[in-house]
């Protein structure tokens, strides 16, 4: 796939105007290389920042902070070499024009991961997590991606792996003798083993969820009848003209979307057409797909500007099973919460203040429900290799059952305890190694 004896260089910064870019190199060249950059002879300090002039011959470049990492202890296993310097393209340029003329070339996507993978720095699911850091715009995705970056999702499986080989060592033991020579595990005992795996594994399955899938997202939708200020407290909420706001009746026509974040958790907050008996297409329409967002909605904002609790019961069965807040808008005397309805003021400074707060309660009632239910983040890769996991084991459970045969038996763990390995190591299957690292950005 890649060179890995080459000494690499790249651009880790997006290129453009910004304050700084950050150039990395790795390779056995590096320490060589800032002798050369620096003109100095005394060798740096490992994982130390310092303040350093770098050249081109007898010509500046830029006066920058230089790290070098020395080899193992470095994100790719092999010495390597950080500089910040300058933003902007023509230092960059620069830098890394010097820093080809000795030798080194321009990385692949993901080469810096892939040597810190074959290095035995991170595995396969801790470079997916990497991965996943770096493409998500989504916090929690974020945050469990983290989490598998420190090993939280590697880690059960390595133990379930440990306990596999451990099973497989006592079977491929009593396959070399007979029964007069030593005493033999009992087939129950394998049983329980083997149920014992499967259950582990399927554990993991049911605290997981798909990555790219919105589970984790929060999403709130504002409803009621026509003119009764949903689009006016829509925009309140989101700081800024997000949806046309007038006086006719009706002027939402389609529901209008907005993403934003609520106590570190990821909102996606929507305005619907108003609630009425009408004989327009469009607005017919426009209702439906209000039905549609009240539905996946996780909250209801019930809004109007009279009795919200009231008007919202000619809507019971649109509103069945949903959790509500009730919102009496357009009162412009107080905020207050009373009788179980929250008054907003959508002129006054700070209206929605209150509102604020019991949307916070509900959030963070909703985020450690999703973490008491949900450990792991997880992809279609690695789910797929689980699931296959668990279903061998089963067959292997099922033809000791029936053949007592233990050669059988343990050719079945064996495929079950390969495939969930893939899962930290790849295996033989270089093509899902090689799509894994090509999808990073270069630099990564």
């Keep these: 796939m890649y060179n890995t004896k080459d000494n690499i260089v790249a651009l880790a910064t997006t290129p453009g105007k910004s304050a700084l870019n950050v150039v990395r190199c790795s390779g056995s060249g590096c320490l060589e290389l800032y ?17 350093k002039s770098v050249y081109n011959k007898d010509s500046i470049i830029d006066e920058l902070m230089l790290t070098f990492f020395a080899a193992p202890k470095s994100f790719t296993g092999e010495n390597v070499l950080e500089l910040s310097s300058h933003g902007g393209l023509i230092i960059a340029k620069k830098l890394i024009s010097t820093i080809e ?46 989490n ?29 003798f007979n029964e007069n020579e030593i005493a033999f595990t009992r087939l129950s005992e394998y049983k329980k083993n083997f149920n014992k795996l499967e259950k582990k594994a399927s554990k993991i399955i ?34 800024y003209e997000r949806s046309i706001v007038t006086e006719q009746e009706g002027t939402t026509r389609d529901t209008v979307e907005a993403s934003l974040i609520i106590g570190g958790q990821d909102v996606s907050l929507i305005d619907t057409a108003g609630i009425r008996k009408t004989k327009n297409v469009i607005e017919k329409k426009g209702i439906s797909r209000t039905y549609d967002a009240i539905n996946r909605s996780d909250l209801v904002l019930f809004v109007d500007q009279e009795d919200p609790i009231k008007e919202s019961k000619k809507y019971s069965k649109i509103l069945k099973n949903k959790e509500i807040l009730f919102i009496k808008s357009k009162d412009d005397t107080k905020t207050t919460k009373t009788k179980g309805i929250i008054s907003t003021s959508s002129k006054k400074e700070g209206g929605t203040s209150l509102l604020f ?19 792991f983040l997880i992809n279609s890769r690695q789910r797929a290799s689980l699931v296959s996991f668990v279903e061998e084991i089963k067959r292997g459970s099922v033809a000791l059952t029936k053949t007592k045969d233990l050669v059988i038996a343990s050719s079945y763990l064996r495929g079950a305890h390969d495939n969930l390995a893939s899962l930290l190591h790849g295996g033989d299957k270089n093509s899902t190694i090689n799509k894994i690292f090509k999808g990073f950005c270069v630099g990564k």
Excluded: W
Aim: aromatic share 10%; net charge positive; hydrophobic share 35%.
């Design 148 to 176: 598998n970056l420190k090993g939280s999702l590697s880690s059960p499986i390595k133990k379930i792996l440990q306990e596999c080989e451990n099973v497989l060592a006592y079977m491929e033991h009593e396959m070399d």
């Design 206 to 239: 049911y605290a997981s969820f798909l990555a790219k899938e919105n589970k984790g997202n929060i999403t709130i939708s504002l409803a009621g009848k026509t003119n009764a200020g949903k689009s006016s407290l829509f925009n309140k909420l989101i700081g």
């Design 101 to 146: 003329s000795f030798g080194f070339r321009q990385a692949m996507p993901g080469e810096f991961s892939y040597r810190a993978f074959l290095n035995g720095k991170i595995d396969l699911i801790q470079a997916e997590a990497i991965s996943t850091i770096v493409d998500s715009n989504k916090n929690l995705d974020v945050l469990y991606s983290i």
């Design 35 to 51: 002798y050369h950059l620096t003109k100095l002879k005394k060798p740096p300090t490992p994982n130390m920042s310092c303040l």
């Design 357 to 375: 707060t019991e949307l916070l309660t509900f959030i963070k009632k909703h985020g450690d429900s999703f973490s008491s239910k949900y450990m």
